[in-house]
């Protein structure tokens, strides 16, 4: 009987059918099902659906973030180790290492997927949302239910995108999938099908933070925070989401054409009628170089923040700080194609992009000697964002000046491809985002569960990373200039072998970083008595999200604080705190939870999936939902409540105890 | 709202929306008569008159002159434009340049890209 109106083109062959593949495919449906029993046995969906799924707040949409992006930072580091632990043992043994090629490829196609989309920028959103309303003395972000919404189509990506394991596989095709090895014609099954929607998905989720940040940036600051008086992490922040508005957009549509060639099969990016897949990586770079930087920004304003709190002293440089973040916002649009130098563009053009990327790096080192001139005759704190902070400056560097490197055309002709690059940009993105995020995650800790994460195992996981960093990819560096190609599965060079073996000991290493970060977590939440933060202001801070009392409560401020100066919180300790009077508080109103963010988001996964398997009429029956429910949530009025001053006068002696 | 007010804000959707409507029925009918004959010159015509449909709209529909300071709409507006411009006009740049150091048919291409492809990019 022919089911395929019915279930596209599912069916029992897509199974997944080699040992490492049919394990993840069993592990994780059972680890799904633990958590529905859990959840079931302790009572906890009401909990579940009123406290979390429904909500609007940022600081709980904000922890969710980051709850699955921790989740997918240990799935990354797993693909990882498949990767090292493969390369290694092909070395060792003269064989073919551990996996097949084909799952080789899935995997580190998953690999940079899930760290780019799932784990960097999940962690950027998740900071963000807990510290930037915080930090400008906002209630809430401006769209509350944009944000809910933001997330759920997060978290429905990254539920596709793990789905593949059971079901399809994954796309073989590198985690930018450049066609024609994507098109239809080389990969017709489901992979790429999973790739492109995750991607889409994740990618309209974003579009749409960016849209809700320069909002609630431009228009939630408190009262008196003119813009140069913000704290240079909203700076940041603002920066970041014009790149988002700007670069995203090229993205859905990149990924729209493609996937209109494969579901339709279009010809926007084969070689046939009219097509041309050069300028799929013309376009997917386009977006692709901005995005890097939408990484990188947010870590350099945590760390700016980090580094004057940390050091005692106002930043130094405030001015030049906001200017070279405005001249990276231009110039990183500007340089999208040294990734394709080699690809055959003339001269003229890789001189133009060569030199682009050159000066790019001037604002980049200006920060770099910015934050060194805020630490120059401060009393530093050695505490364990600091130490983070001082692992990146000199692992940041150096990726910076491998890149420098690259961007000479005629360097690149030579390491383009190679693992060189892969050391360059993993030394950037872990050097500089990843460290940035664990830091911004032990500095902003108590301010959102109200009690701190131990000092001691912090430092250790910070040392485990960097020494784990530098095992893993320096040995990567001396493999790209002796040829080594990046995604390389297979080699019957015995030179080659004692790196990889020390490369894969680097790998195991971070991941005892990464293991010792979870041991600090679990044991601080189970010393969380003595680790309390009872004055809402552990690390004596400088900007405003540390005047209120921590854990943070659900209305931020109890009254919207006055700014006249950089740094307001830090002054205002000095001149000694005015405490509010009775009559200073007013009613506030506040946004009302709502299930439709998530609900959409499901429908869109569903539309998601149904594409993916050629189901038309889930496409039909999800769209037609998405289009009701959305209209439903523009016409309810309903969606604020008052909390009246007297009340929230109790909130607020209850919470400063 | 005073009724004086509202008429005017009415009256200019409605112009623009009658303007928009005409640059839309011109773009067709440039196509449709063949009055600039089928090739650049149709084209450029088209490309000419969104242009000015993007005008028109930002006037009429987004109200940028109307925008008191610091004008963020204009400035998001302007570097928006730029950006785009940037994007589009490298985006021709680069991929026309791209056969400089290539010089190869289709066919060869797409071989080329296959075994790039299973090099790995």
Not at chain 1, 329 to 358: E, P
Not at chain 1, 395 to 424: K, S
Not at chain 1, 436 to 465: C, D, M, S, V
Not at chain 2, 18 to 44: E, K
Request: charged residues 15%; positive net charge.
């Amino acid at each position: 009987m022919d089911l395929s109106w019915l279930i596209g083109r599912l069916g029992l062959e897509h199974l997944p059918s080699e040992p490492a593949t049919i394990g993840a495919a069993i592990g994780m449906p059972l680890m799904a099902l633990a958590v529905v029993a859990g959840l079931t046995y302790f009572k906890k969906w009401t909990w579940l659906w009123k406290e979390w799924i429904t909500t609007v707040d940022a600081k709980k949409i904000g922890i969710m973030y980051g709850i699955v992006s921790v989740l997918m930072l240990i799935r990354g580091i797993g693909d990882a180790i498949m990767l090292r632990m493969h390369t290694a043992a092909a070395g060792i043994t003269g064989g073919d290492g551990l996996f097949q090629t084909d799952t080789f490829q899935q995997v580190f196609t998953a690999h940079g997927i899930i760290m780019i989309f799932f784990v960097a920028m999940g962690l950027m959103f998740a900071l963000i949302n807990i510290a930037l309303p915080l930090m400008i003395g906002a209630r809430d972000v401006a769209f509350p239910w944009l944000n809910s919404f933001s997330f759920w189509l997060f978290a429905v990506a990254m539920i596709l995108v793990n789905f593949s394991l059971v079901l399809g596989g994954f796309s073989n095709g590198g985690w930018l999938g450049y066609p024609p090895l994507t098109s239809l014609e080389y990969s017709p099954g489901p992979g790429v099908d999973y790739w492109l929607w995750t991607l889409q998905i994740a990618g309209i989720g974003t579009l749409l933070s960016g849209i809700n940040f320069i909002v609630t940036i431009i228009s939630h600051r408190a009262p008196g925070m003119t813009l140069m008086k913000m704290p240079v992490f909203a700076w940041s922040v603002l920066i970041t989401m014009v790149l988002v508005l700007l670069a995203f957009p090229i993205l859905t549509a990149t990924l729209s054409m493609m996937t209109l060639d494969r579901l339709f099969e279009m010809h926007f990016f084969t070689s046939e009628a009219g097509g041309n897949p050069m300028m799929y990586v013309n376009l997917i770079w386009a977006w692709g170089h901005p995005e890097v930087y939408i990484l990188v920004l947010p870590a350099f304003g945590i760390f700016s923040e980090i580094v004057s709190v940390m050091a005692r002293k106002a930043l130094f440089g405030y001015k030049t700080m906001v200017a070279a973040l405005t001249a990276i916002m231009f110039f990183s649009f500007l340089v999208w194609q040294h990734h394709f130098f080699t690809m055959g563009a003339g001269a003229n053009v890789n001189a133009f992009f060569g030199i682009m990327t050159m000066i790019i790096a001037i604002p980049t080192g200006v920060k770099i000697f910015n934050w060194l001139f805020t630490m120059y005759r401060g009393k530093i704190k050695f505490t364990t964002p600091m130490i983070w902070f001082l692992c990146f400056v000199a692992t940041f560097t150096i990726g910076g000046v491998t890149g420098v490197m690259m961007a000479v055309p005629a360097i690149d002709y030579q390491v383009h491809n190679t693992l060189f690059l892969v050391a360059h940009f993993h030394n950037t993105i872990i050097g500089g985002v990843v460290f940035a995020f664990l830091a911004a995650i032990t500095y902003w800790f108590p301010k959102i569960f109200g009690f701190r994460l131990h000092e001691g195992l912090g430092k250790i996981a910070a040392y485990f990373w960097q020494i784990g960093f530098l095992l893993a990819f320096m040995p990567l560096y001396a493999l790209g200039l002796m040829g080594a190609v990046r995604r390389l599965d297979n080699y019957d060079n015995p030179e080659w072998t004692p790196f990889f073996v020390v490369s894969g000991i680097g790998v195991l290493a971070i991941t005892l970083g990464a293991g010792m970060l979870v041991v600090q977590i679990a044991y601080s939440v189970y010393k969380r008595k003595t680790l309390r933060d009872k004055t809402g202001d552990p690390w004596d801070g400088r900007t405003l999200e540390w005047s209120t009392p921590s854990p943070a409560p659900f209305y931020n401020f109890a009254v919207i604080p006055k700014v006249t100066r950089r740094d307001e919180w830090w002054y205002q300790k000095l001149d000694g705190v005015k405490s509010l009077k009775r009559s200073d508080y007013k009613d506030i109103v506040l946004p009302k939870n709502s299930s439709l963010g998530f609900v959409i988001a499901v429908l869109v996964g569903l539309f998601g999936f149904g594409a993916i398997w050629h189901v038309w009429w889930l496409m039909i029956v999800s769209m037609v939902a998405i289009i009701y429910f959305a209209i439903r949530r523009g016409l309810d009025d309903d969606v604020e409540y008052t909390i009246p001053a007297v009340e929230l006068y109790r909130l607020d002696k209850e919470a400063r105890g | 709202m005073k009724h004086k007010e509202y008429t005017k804000i009415r009256d200019r959707y409605i112009y623009g929306f009658f303007v928009s409507v005409v640059l839309t029925g011109l773009a067709y009918w440039f196509v449709v008569s063949d009055v600039f004959g089928v090739g650049i010159a149709t084209a450029v015509a088209i490309l000419l008159l969104a242009l000015l449909q993007a005008v028109v709209q930002a006037w009429y529909f987004l109200h940028l002159d109307e925008e008191s300071k610091p004008r963020w709409k204009t400035q998001s507006f302007v570097f928006t434009f730029i950006m785009v411009l940037i994007i589009v006009v490298g985006s021709l740049w680069v991929v026309m340049n791209m056969n400089y150091n290539m010089n190869m048919g289709p066919s060869d291409m797409r071989q080329y890209m296959i075994e790039q492809n299973k090099k790995g990019f």
